[in-house]
């Protein structure tokens, strides 16, 4: 081995690398674009949301003191105004003793304060309204900024958007938001026995298998793969290689040469440019003990195996975690409360997950049904089969992730 | 509720969906446009992999007759005729008692059976090697067609392509395939309320969420989305969205009116198309109750809920298992089989997944190192930590899906 030799744990590789990592440009894109980009900045709330008071149910409008001491045996009798339409500014004025239909999202009158289910109310002809629950004063209304108030932060910075927060920010009406430039990446196959896909190889040659793998899991990784030509083992053609992807580039990966010497000369062929600087050579790790990384410039090479299946292991453990803001789609973690459950239903709860002790904690999501920052809050769901009565606080369970 | 009425169990409603999935189209595609895209047919290796047998160390070509007995007390003197290059067909044809050099990958000359590991010899002068382990015929090779033979299923029907599984391909000189087109998904949102992003609100409106984050959900799960203009509660103009949408897209997702009478209005409107036919209507799970389905001709059309969190829950729950055929990235599994790994590194076991009574078994891929069907045959790998000296059959493991 050359005098380069320095050989890490793969915990020591990830943290060099993470040292080492090129900076990004930032760039403002449409909220339809958004899919998996990571936020460059924090997003705050250009409005409050909700924008008015809105009822959370289907039922009646009223003036909450007008219900006390009602109840079932007791009914408050109400007189009817009519109905407040979706989507509208209500015209109607509520005064003492009146109340309206309000559908769930309706925006209340002025003169109520409080809805009432339209299970707890029965109608008495065309002009009155029997009430058999008392409410507060904001019972069944979200307020304006209840959910947010404007000018709070709906994202934070380096957020990657998924389905959801995209939903949130359309709702607080942000059109566009600044996002980091996603890294391009670079791939180079090396070795003289390697053709490319399309050439029909000589016996003795093998097909580019990496270029294709790798790239494909470049684009997984919401980064922009660019595979350049397959380069022979010779350090002039080596050197013009690395210098143009390194140009076009934020990291460079390069794979092959597995047999003993030419390992060497890739690295060689770095550690000659002008800012090289050696991060690892040699990972305590299987597959991917010849996995080497450089920095040049601002750019990151990083050397894989040859051997198809450990390229694309190394690069999952490696790189991958640097290009892919995104979590995993579904993991095991530990009820952090008391769920209950209804039998006969499946049930779904929004949770969020919190990191205890290298454990993973699925928080039930409890908010009003209304609210619109649980988008962005909730992590995932967890399933509750509907032979199941619930979960106990504790219990291992498995959280699928939104997108 | 209306006449339709027909409540089923999630399980219920994944088996009528099942039934009453659209048709799709086929196209061919070039492999690096492949990653996530679904085979449409098997596909056969063009050629035996390797084509020509290979070594799969670096070391000695020999006869494996000539080092029978030797050991490192006694060992084998074989005269070196030379180097064999790395991608042609070698010249050197190899007589009793001699040897060359051959690196990994390289192809076996005339007259030889076997390699020997370097680490088992010595060179002495520029004529002679010394032997210092015996081999058998074959070993340390890679014969022709030993990883797949030529015609050989390598991927079958249905399969999703992953990164892995495009390399595979590539080394077997499959330039194109024939995949399923994605599901085209068009998407609408209804509610007199509802602005489109872009849009001020005006009091009592709110902005459109479910058509952004939708679309991405869609987006996410391989499919094409289209949205469409909102519709309001409005009968007639329903039904020209309905039918316009229908006409563009395999899928329909509706979502919406989550008050008294609007659902119904949605239900009516689907059941009016002549060749209506009612999956479900409503679900009996948490979100979701108003979830529906109606099959429309060869199109499938789904109700989901207005709300926004309720409306991505559904969808994931009901839509996304058949849109998506990729499985979740990550998941935990029980070890098939002991896995001994060294301490004081990291090893990354390639696996496979089996599904035993509702339980993921993790088994050990254990090939020849220069196996190209691994690529497929992996499911992803677990990750044995540096300080664990390995696993045992049984155990919990967390495996790390390839995408």
């Given amino acids: 081995m050359s005098e380069f030799l320095k050989v890490v744990t793969v915990e020591e590789a990830l943290h060099l690398m993470a040292l080492a990592l090129p900076t990004r440009d930032r760039e403002r894109i449409a909220l339809s674009n958004g899919l998996g980009r990571e936020l460059a900045e924090a997003v705050h709330s250009p409005e409050p949301i909700p924008s008015f008071t809105r009822s959370t149910v289907d039922g009646y409008a009223v003036r909450a003191e007008d219900t006390f001491g009602c109840s079932e045996s007791l ?39 409080a809805a009432v289910m339209v299970e707890y109310t029965e109608r008495l002809g065309d002009d009155t ?52 430039h996603p890294y391009r990446v670079g791939i180079i196959s090396t070795g003289n026995e390697i053709v490319a896909l399309g050439t029909d190889p000589q016996p003795g040659q093998v097909r580019d298998v990496n270029s294709i793998s790798l790239a494909a899991a470049v684009q997984a990784a919401n980064a922009i793969a660019k595979t350049y030509p397959i380069v022979p083992d010779d350090r002039d053609m080596l050197s013009e290689a690395v210098s143009a992807a390194c140009e076009e580039n934020d990291w460079v990966l390069m794979s092959g040469g597995s047999s003993i010497g030419v390992k060497d000369m890739t690295l060689e062929v770095l550690m000659s440019f002008p800012q090289a600087q050696l991060l690892f050579h040699g990972v305590a790790a299987k597959p991917g003990k010849p996995t080497m990384a450089v920095k040049i410039g601002s750019k990151l090479v990083v050397g894989l195996p040859g051997h198809p299946v450990s390229a694309l292991t190394m690069f999952g453990v490696i790189c991958k975690p640097f290009l892919d803001a995104k979590l995993p789609q579904r993991l095991t973690a530990t009820a952090g409360a008391n769920i209950a459950s209804q039998a006969g239903r499946d049930d779904y709860v929004a949770v969020y997950l919190e990191e205890r002790e290298g454990d993973w904690i699925a928080q039930p999501l409890l908010g009003k049904s209304g609210l619109m920052t649980i988008l962005a809050q909730a992590d995932g769901y967890i399933h509750i089969d509907h032979q199941q009565q619930g979960i106990y606080c504790g219990e291992t369970v498995l959280v699928t992730r939104f997108d």
Avoid at 85 to 104: A, F, N, R, Y
Avoid at 151 to 180: M, P, Y
């Fill in 75 to 113: 009914p408050a009798f109400l007189s009817y105004r009519g109905e407040i339409p979706m989507g509208k500014t209500p015209e109607l004025i509520i005064d003492p003793g009146q109340c309206c239909w309000i559908p769930t999202g309706g925006m209340m009158p002025t003169g109520t304060d």
């Fill in 129 to 180: 309204v029997l009430i058999y629950k008392a409410v507060g004063p904001g019972d069944n209304l979200m307020q304006i900024g209840e959910d947010a108030a404007q000018g709070s932060i709906l994202l934070a910075e380096n957020h990657c958007l998924r389905s959801q927060d995209l939903g949130l920010l359309a709702s607080a009406g942000v059109e566009e938001v600044n996002v980091k």
